[in-house]
Structure formats: C-alpha cells, structure tokens
C-alpha cells in the first residue's frame, strides 16, 4: 500500500511538479542556481520541454529570483509549440576567466534562434565577465544575447554587463520590441556594442540605457523600420547606421527613427558611416529631440569611413559608394566637447541628398566657436550655425 501510494505520489509529481501553473522552473530541471555549477544542461532541458509542449498556451521558463546560474555558451532552439516567455527573475554569469569556457559549436553565448512569439522580461542581471576577452582579436569573443530568425519578440527589464563582445545582436528578425533595458560595459572596453542589428524589420527600442566601449546601437544593412525613442547613451560612440558597404557590400537602410534620446559624453551622437566601394542606400533616417551632454562629434556622416585592420573594396573605390538621402537632424541641443558639431563628409561619387538639419542649438563645453565641416551634401537647414555654403557642391 505504502510503496503504492509513493509511486502515486512520485509519478504526480512528475505530472505536476515540473509545471507548476505553467511554469517552467530551470531548478526543477536540475539547475543549481548557485553561481558555480554548469547549469546549462538543466536551462536547454527545461526549454525543450517547454518548447515541446504545444497546447497552444503561452509558457514560461522560469529563472528563480535570488539566485545566480553559471551558463556555458548554449542555445535555444525553436520553433516552439507555444509563444514562450523566459521569466528572469535571477541572475546569470558566464564563467568569470575566458579559460574556463567549454569549446563550443556557437560562437555566441546565449543564442535564441528561430523562435515565434518570444518575450524575455525580469530584473535579473546578465554578466558575461568580458574582460578577460577583451585583449582577443573580435571574431574570438562571444555575443552575450543572440537572436537569430525570429519574429514578435520582446525583451524588457533585464541589465546586461560586461558582455565580451555586443550585448545584444538581432539578425534577421521581424516584430522586436526592446524596452526598460540596461546594457553597460567600460567606455574602454572594445566592440560592446549594446544592441546590433541586421536584416531586420519593425524593430522598436524605448526607454533604455546604453553605455558601452562601442556604438550604443548599431543599424547594420537590412535595417528597416526601426524606431528608437528615449534612449540614454554614454559612454559610447553613440547610435550609427553603419558601418554600411563594407567590402563593396549592397546596403540597404530605411525608415529609421530616433527621437528623444540623450547622448552622454559619447564620441559620437547620430553618425551615418559608410564604406569607400559599398553599394546601396540608406534613405528616410530622422534624429528628432536630442539633447547632447558634453559628446563629441554630434552629428556626423562619414562617407569615407575607415576602421584599423578592416577595408572598403579598393578595385571600386573610386566608382561606387552607398548613397545617402532623406536624413533629418532635428531638434538637437546641448554642448559638445569638441568645437566640430557638424561633419557632413559625403561622398563625390554620390553626394549625401535631401539633408535637412533644423533647430540645432549645440554650444561648446568652453564656449568657443564652434565649427562645421560639409563636403558634398545637397540640403537646407533653417540653424543659423549651418551656415548656406555647407550645401555648395
Ligand atoms: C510584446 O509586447 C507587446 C506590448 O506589451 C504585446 O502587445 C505583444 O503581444 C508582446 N509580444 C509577445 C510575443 O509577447
Ligand atoms: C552584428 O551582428 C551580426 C549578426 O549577428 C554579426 O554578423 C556582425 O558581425 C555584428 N557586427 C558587429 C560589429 O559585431
Ligand atoms: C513590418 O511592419 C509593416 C507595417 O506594419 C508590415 O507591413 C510588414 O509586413 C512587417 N514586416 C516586414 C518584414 O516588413
Ligand atoms: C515607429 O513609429 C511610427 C510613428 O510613431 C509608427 O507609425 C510605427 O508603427 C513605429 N514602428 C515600430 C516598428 O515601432
Ligand atoms: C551623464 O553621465 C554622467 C556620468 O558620466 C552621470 O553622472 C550623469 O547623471 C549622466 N546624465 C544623464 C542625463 O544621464
Ligand atoms: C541655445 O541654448 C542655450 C543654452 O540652453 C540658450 O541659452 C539659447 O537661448 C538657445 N538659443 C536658441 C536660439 O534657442
Ligand atoms: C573626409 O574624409 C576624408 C577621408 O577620410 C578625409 O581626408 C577628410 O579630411 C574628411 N573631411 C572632413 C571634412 O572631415
């Protein structure tokens, strides 16, 4: 009778235990949660469970508050029977030493990939423990948050720190809503960028804080529909759209919108950067509402770009560049500290069209004049700083 009832109570608990009200609690799945262990098994365990299970109702990964989960580069796998939903109340660590990574097939640490209806929310703090990697070339550093090939997905609340490489990376996604996130990493850190995208569609960034060692966000080609709205970046080298034609590569960008955002002693504020040799365009890209804390180079587009140890396509150099039209900077103000508040290097070839910069009221840190620079650019601007010859081509 007894052995009975226990086989009774062992075979509900199975039954019931791992799901408790939908819930699918990383812990029951053998997760020690004590910062230590490898719980990675135990995290790709629980989502394929989860993700099998296809009822049709929404289900949740469950990652406990109070306690911090070691995690080896893995990645979730969909598409899922249900729209998921990963409940980050706790922490998670990648190991703390880059030695002390398992050799692994992503070269990505956490990696959610074709997935439908996936929102990720909680308090819970990201530590990917970067620096011993940040001495590394960059194709040896790891992402800490990729997404790859999926659509309505929803990330807010959670902090990211330190990450190796980008932060976050979306590639290939439609319908992303990112909110109420944190992302920080040393200003000197290389490559953190906070959020990278590509080749993705409706993607909306609000109310969040970026500082990092690299671009706060970076638009890479196949960016279109974006928008991005009250976002405080710095350290950083602020939002671009770029870099864009790399490797004489079609760009194609469109439909970005910026608003209400702060850039806090960055390098840059709102930059277009664009390869010698690329193709394609970026086209309908608006900054509106920007206040400017003490950041260099506050508004810039650079149609020449260059980066160490990276290249345009020389054999098209002198023919072919992305074209650049539709771009509006308004609404900026604030001080820089450096005297250039305008750069507006454009191409020969294809000369920046349609550039409008209105109401801009950017003064420098110490109170000197201030300057801009304008090469190629067909445009008007009702600022009395933009002075009419910086439309002469
Ligand atoms: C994402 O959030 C929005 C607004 O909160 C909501 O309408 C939408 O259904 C969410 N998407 C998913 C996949 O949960
Ligand atoms: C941006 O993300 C894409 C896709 O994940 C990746 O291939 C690319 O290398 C990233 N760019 C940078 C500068 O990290
Ligand atoms: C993006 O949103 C637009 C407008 O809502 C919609 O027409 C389009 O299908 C969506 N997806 C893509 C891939 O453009
Ligand atoms: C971007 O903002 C515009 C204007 O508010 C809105 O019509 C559009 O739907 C938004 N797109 C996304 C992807 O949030
Ligand atoms: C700008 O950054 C400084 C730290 O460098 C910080 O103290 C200040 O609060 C930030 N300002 C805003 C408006 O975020
Ligand atoms: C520009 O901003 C400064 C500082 O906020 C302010 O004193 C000045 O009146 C502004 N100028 C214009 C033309 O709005
Ligand atoms: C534009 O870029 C070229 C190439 O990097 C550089 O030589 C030139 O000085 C730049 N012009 C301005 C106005 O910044």
């Given amino acids: 009778m007894e052995i009975v009832l226990r086989v009774v109570f062992f075979v ?11 819930d699918y609690n990383v812990l029951d799945f053998g997760a020690k949660g004590d910062g230590e262990t490898d719980d990675s098994k135990a995290f790709v365990k629980a989502w394929k469970t989860m ?3 296809d009822d049709g109702n929404t289900k949740t990964l469950l990652i406990p508050s109070g306690q911090t989960f070691l995690l080896q580069s893995l990645q979730f796998h ?5 729209s998921s939903v990963v409940q980050m109340n706790g922490n998670i660590v990648a190991p703390v030493d880059k030695r002390a990574w398992l050799d692994n097939k992503t070269p990505n640490w ?63 996604c439609d319908k992303v809503m990112i ?8 200003e000197k850190s290389p490559n953190t960028d906070g959020i990278n995208i590509s080749f993705s569609t409706n993607v909306s960034i609000s109310n969040s804080i970026i500082g990092t060692g690299d671009d706060c966000i970076a638009l890479k080609t196949g960016s279109v529909n974006i928008n991005i709205t009250e976002v405080v970046c710095g350290p950083g080298h602020g939002i671009s759209i770029g870099s864009l034609g790399d490797n004489g590569q079609k760009a194609k960008v469109q439909n970005v919108h910026v608003t209400h955002s702060t850039f806090n002693k ?32 506050p508004i810039i587009i650079d ?14 150099k002198n023919s072919a560049d992305v074209a650049i039209s539709n ?13 250039k508040i305008i750069t507006l290097n454009c191409s020969k070839i294809k000369p920046c069209k349609n550039i409008v910069l209105n109401d801009i009221n950017i003064t420098t840190m110490n109170g000197e004049k201030s300057t801009i620079d304008c090469s190629s650019v067909v445009g008007n601007s009702d600022s009395s700083v933009v002075t009419a010859d910086c439309f002469k081509i």
């Avoid at 969909?78 to 249900?82: A, E, F, K």
């Avoid at 997905?153 to 979306?170: C, E, Q, V």
């Avoid at 840059?268 to 950067?273: D, L």
């Fill in 303 to 316: 149609q020449q770009y260059k980066d160490k140890g990276r290249h345009g396509l020389e054999s098209k």
């Fill in 110 to 172: 956490i990696v959610f990939v074709s997935i439908n209806g996936l929102t990720i929310i909680g308090v819970g703090t990201i530590n990917g423990f970067g620096s011993s990697f940040w001495e590394e070339t960059i194709d040896k550093r790891p992402t800490a948050l990729e997404f790859r090939n999926c659509n309505n997905l929803n990330i807010s609340g959670i902090t990211s720190i330190d990450s190796p490489r980008n932060h976050i990376s979306i590639n290939n």
């Fill in 51 to 53: 993700c099998g299970d």
């Fill in 266 to 297: 960055t390098t840059n504020g709102a930059r277009i950067k664009t390869w010698q040799g690329g193709e394609g365009y970026a086209k309908h890209i608006y900054f509106e509402h920007i206040t400017i804390i003490d950041a260099m180079n």
């Fill in 327 to 339: 771009v509006k900077f308004i609404d900026f103000r604030g001080t820089t500290s450096n005297e």
């Fill in 179 to 186: 909110s109420n996130i944190q992302l920080f990493a040393p």
């Fill in 12 to 22: 509900s608990f199975l039954y019931f235990g791992f799901v408790r009200g939908g």
């Fill in 78 to 82: 969909g598409p899922c029977g249900s």
